[in-house]
Nanobody, 123 residues
Framework: QVQLVESGGGLVQTGDSLRLSCVAS????????MAWFRQPPGKEREFVAA????????YLADSVTDRFTISRDHDNHTVYLQMHSLKPEDTAVYYC????????????????WGQGTQVTVSK
């Protein structure tokens, strides 16, 4: 029902900044809660950031609270992940996710997923 498309990934150096975007479509009259997860090579998918449908509630993983921010457009169709001071350990496939019910840190709360965008941070 909801389609999510991420963009903005790429290869950067340690200390650089990068902004990821996720565009949602297919839910014209919905205001989904949205989130970012990431999956480093050889590891499980992990929570990064979440934002409520109205943008009023934001969650960030402890590992990124001082470096990343999440935001969304007023039309609720685009969500962003602004990343600063990137480190090699931030290297992962970053996934956008959406839920019609929850603003959550849990994978299980999200029933729509994008295809992922690769972020690689070199030393």
């Amino acid at each position: 029902q909801v389609q999510l498309v991420e963009s903005g990934g790429g290869l950067v150096q340690t200390g650089d900044s990068l902004r990821l975007s996720c565009v949602a479509s297919g839910a014209t009259f919905s205001r989904p809660n949205m989130a970012w997860f990431r999956q480093p090579p050889g590891k499980e998918r992990e929570f990064v950031a979440a934002i409520a449908g109205n943008g009023g509630t934001i969650y960030l993983a402890d590992s990124v609270t001082d470096r990343f921010t999440i935001s969304r457009d007023h039309d609720n169709h685009t969500v962003y992940l602004q990343m600063h001071s990137l480190k090699p350990e931030d290297t992962a496939v970053y996934y956008c996710a959406a839920s019609s019910s929850y603003t959550s840190r849990s994978l299980a709360s999200y029933n729509y997923w994008g295809q992922g965008t690769q972020v690689t941070v070199s030393k």
